[in-house]
């Protein structure tokens, strides 16, 4: 079956990727291997798919139920797995980030991921362990809600994804070896819409009259998905798994990691077939004639056999942002204990190579699992500076609200996924920046949620702006912040937030097979970044050091 998702589809799902459902416990068993598939029906290549299939069937559940994740290593490496948007109260050793949360899980061993499901909502699963979700690890997690607060007929997913003849390790090796020039030509991916070639997606039926939840996903790497369906009027109801009050959209612009959920009530008439349209691109790389921007459609039928409903292509769509929308429960700003001010970008270093940033720290991962450090370090815990220099770690009191000030000087947008937590938009403006401002962005409007701000856990940072975001520290844990277009996120652009230490270690235990899964790769379990004692990072390399740009220069990531 191809390209499309329905709930009525959900009770084969359920038995193609071996999952069962007994009193109210969700189980799904993953063999974690390398297949050979071609996707985009160019080339064939090895890619990473479970039980020796891809796409890898989505997962469903329902709120309130325990959902059983058995994951099988059969790969040479190690993984593990990130639910994307579940924000792992009291849980944060499941979130899945190897060297943040967990050690990755050996080749040949099992893990078994045990989530409370307590969020409704549209999120999605994927390899969070050598950037495993590049080359296909990766499926969409739709959790339903016996109580929805909507009214509509029927429940239709639709994911998106970019792909690409290399491995990701490929593209990795020409971004980050000082021997190639930089930046490094851009690859002109292919679509895929609910797992297959953006082409061939099974069209979507409706019936006069009938409301549907279109769910759609970017379970992309490097690109955005525009999403619009002409002739038909979208009403926006979700956004990263969190109901936001209804409100009418022409377009949906989506970033990697980000969701949304539409409501669309068909036409009363059946004259006409109607089409929905999804452009794949990416701002930074200049258009190419049939490579980028890429654009694909989808048949809406009302009737066989019916002519197509065509509409003018060169009409200025309007695609809603997520300032203007306003949260479904109704609260309201928060009010602020602590001001975070931070950059993001790119620096050339003395090693020859050019990797990303925040606060001019590249991330690299430490030597003890962060979450690790938080828990054994005692009070000295409460210092960010035992996560060790290149993390970034800033840790928060337990329940102190923060807003943090996120501005990217660049030529390029970054979406940056928060874990852990969802958070208030509350502004976007003109970016403070070192080098020079292009002219097309010096009248930048800035733009301020009204009423009760909306809330997610993946935002996007256009181009030479800021964002303002709030959110409250009531969630003990170790939670990653980086940049989901993973080319960035391999070049450093990540941190870590480290929340309510002194609390977490009254109240977490980490399960014992965890630890264990440490010890037999040789990781240390306990100590600073370092895996020593108090600020002894003997044995950490040292940090890249920055060199100077040239004058006049902006800029690049």
């Given at each position: 079956?191809?390209?499309l998702?329905?709930?009525?589809?959900?009770?084969?799902?359920?038995?193609?990727?071996?999952?069962?459902?007994?009193?109210?416990r969700?189980?799904?068993?993953?063999?974690?291997?390398?297949?050979?598939?071609?996707r985009?029906?160019?080339?064939t290549?090895?890619?990473?798919?479970?039980?020796?299939?891809?796409?890898?069937?989505?997962v469903?559940?329902t709120?309130?139920?325990?959902?059983?994740?058995?994951?099988?290593?059969?790969l040479?490496?190690?993984?593990?797995?990130?639910?994307?948007?579940?924000?792992?109260?009291?849980?944060?050793?499941?979130?899945?980030?190897?060297?943040?949360?967990?050690?990755?899980?050996?080749?040949?061993?099992?893990?078994?991921?045990?989530?409370?499901?307590?969020?409704?909502?549209?999120?999605?699963?994927?390899?969070?362990?050598?950037?495993?979700?590049?080359?296909g690890?990766?499926?969409?997690l739709?959790?339903?809600?016996?109580?929805?607060?909507?009214?509509?007929?029927?429940?239709?997913?639709?994911?998106?994804?970019?792909?690409?003849?290399?491995?990701?390790?490929?593209?990795?090796?020409?971004?980050?070896?000082?021997?190639?020039?930089?930046?490094?030509?851009?690859?002109?991916?292919?679509?895929l819409?609910?797992?297959?070639?953006?082409?061939?997606?099974?069209p979507?039926?409706?019936?006069?009259?009938?409301?549907?939840?279109?769910?759609?996903?970017?379970?992309?790497t490097?690109?955005?998905?525009?999403?619009?369906l002409?002739?038909?009027?979208?009403?926006?109801?979700?956004?990263?798994?969190?109901?936001?009050?209804?409100?009418?959209?022409?377009?949906?612009?989506i970033?990697?990691?980000?969701?949304?959920?539409?409501?669309?009530?068909?036409?009363?008439?059946?004259?006409?077939?109607?089409?929905?349209?999804?452009?794949?691109?990416?701002?930074?790389?200049?258009?190419?004639?049939?490579?980028?921007?890429?654009v694909?459609?989808?048949?809406i039928?009302?009737?066989?056999?019916?002519?197509?409903?065509?509409?003018?292509?060169?009409?200025?769509?309007?695609?809603?942002?997520?300032?203007?929308?306003?949260s479904?429960?109704?609260?309201?700003?928060?009010?602020?204990?602590?001001?975070?001010?931070m950059?993001?970008?790119?620096?050339?270093?003395?090693?020859?190579?050019?990797?990303?940033?925040?606060?001019?720290i590249?991330?690299s991962?430490?030597?003890?699992?962060?979450?690790?450090?938080a828990?054994?370090?005692?009070?000295?815990?409460?210092?960010?500076?035992?996560?060790?220099?290149?993390?970034?770690?800033?840790?928060?009191?337990?329940?102190?609200?923060?807003?943090?000030?996120?501005?990217?000087?660049?030529?390029?947008?970054?979406?940056?996924?928060?874990?852990?937590?969802?958070?208030?938009?509350?502004?976007?403006?003109?970016?403070?920046?070192?080098?020079?401002?292009?002219?097309?962005?010096?009248?930048?409007?800035?733009?301020?949620?009204?009423?009760?701000?909306?809330?997610?856990?993946?935002m996007?940072?256009?181009?030479?702006q800021?964002?303002?975001?709030?959110?409250?520290?009531?969630?003990?844990?170790?939670?990653?912040?980086?940049?989901?277009?993973?080319?960035h996120?391999?070049?450093?652009?990540?941190?870590?937030?480290?929340?309510?230490?002194?609390?977490?270690?009254?109240?977490?235990?980490?399960?014992?097979?965890?630890?264990?899964?440490?010890?037999?790769?040789?990781t240390?379990?306990?100590?600073?970044?370092?895996g020593?004692?108090?600020?002894?990072?003997?044995?950490?390399?040292?940090?890249?050091?920055?060199v100077?740009?040239p004058p006049?220069?902006?800029?690049?990531?």
């Amino acid at each position: 079956m191809r390209g499309l998702y329905t709930r009525a589809t959900a009770a084969l799902l359920l038995l193609i990727q071996t999952q069962s459902v007994l009193a109210k416990r969700v189980v799904v068993n993953w063999d974690v291997g390398y297949v050979n598939v071609n996707r985009d029906e160019t080339i064939t290549r090895r890619a990473i798919g479970v039980n020796g299939a891809l796409p890898i069937p989505p997962v469903f559940a329902t709120k309130g139920d325990t959902l059983i994740l058995n994951v099988a290593n059969s790969l040479d490496e190690t993984t593990s797995v990130h639910a994307h948007g579940l924000f792992q109260n009291g849980t944060s050793y499941l979130d899945g980030p190897a060297m943040v949360n967990q050690c990755g899980i050996p080749p040949g061993e099992s893990f078994s991921y045990e989530y409370m499901i307590d969020q409704p909502g549209t999120y999605w699963l994927h390899g969070h362990d050598h950037h495993q979700n590049s080359d296909g690890f990766r499926a969409p997690l739709i959790i339903y809600d016996s109580h929805n607060p909507f009214d509509y007929d029927e429940d239709i997913l639709l994911s998106f994804e970019d792909w690409y003849k290399e491995e990701f390790a490929e593209r990795a090796k020409i971004t980050l070896d000082p021997s190639f020039p930089f930046p490094p030509p851009h690859g002109y991916g292919h679509a895929l819409i609910n797992g297959y070639n953006g082409n061939y997606t099974k069209p979507i039926y409706f019936h006069p009259g009938k409301t549907y939840r279109l769910r759609l996903i970017n379970i992309g790497t490097l690109r955005w998905f525009q999403f619009t369906l002409p002739g038909h009027e979208m009403r926006v109801i979700e956004m990263d798994g969190i109901n936001i009050e209804p409100q009418v959209a022409e377009g949906l612009d989506i970033a990697p990691g980000q969701r949304y959920s539409v409501l669309v009530t068909a036409r009363n008439s059946v004259e006409f077939n109607y089409r929905y349209n999804t452009t794949m691109y990416a701002s930074f790389v200049p258009p190419s004639n049939g490579l980028e921007p890429r654009v694909y459609s989808g048949d809406i039928i009302y009737r066989e056999g019916a002519p197509f409903r065509m509409h003018n292509s060169n009409s200025q769509t309007w695609f809603a942002n997520d300032v203007d929308f306003h949260s479904f429960d109704g609260e309201l700003a928060l009010p602020v204990d602590r001001y975070i001010k931070m950059s993001i970008g790119n620096n050339p270093y003395h090693t020859g190579q050019h990797l990303d940033h925040i606060n001019n720290i590249t991330y690299s991962p430490p030597k003890v699992p962060t979450l690790y450090t938080a828990l054994t370090m005692g009070e000295v815990a409460m210092t960010p500076r035992v996560y060790g220099p290149q993390t970034g770690a800033i840790v928060l009191k337990h329940l102190e609200v923060v807003e943090v000030t996120i501005h990217n000087p660049n030529d390029m947008p970054h979406p940056l996924h928060l874990h852990g937590h969802a958070f208030q938009i509350i502004e976007y403006g003109l970016a403070e920046s070192p080098f020079p401002i292009p002219d097309q962005f010096k009248n930048t409007p800035t733009r301020r949620y009204s009423g009760s701000p909306a809330k997610r856990d993946t935002m996007t940072i256009p181009e030479h702006q800021y964002i303002k975001i709030r959110f409250r520290a009531d969630n003990p844990g170790v939670w990653f912040m980086h940049c989901h277009l993973d080319v960035h996120f391999i070049m450093g652009m990540a941190m870590v937030f480290v929340e309510a230490p002194d609390v977490l270690q009254k109240t977490m235990t980490v399960p014992p097979q965890m630890l264990d899964f440490c010890k037999r790769q040789g990781t240390r379990t306990w100590g600073n970044a370092a895996g020593n004692d108090g600020y002894n990072f003997g044995g950490l390399p040292d940090p890249p050091r920055i060199v100077s740009r040239p004058p006049g220069t902006t800029g690049h990531s």
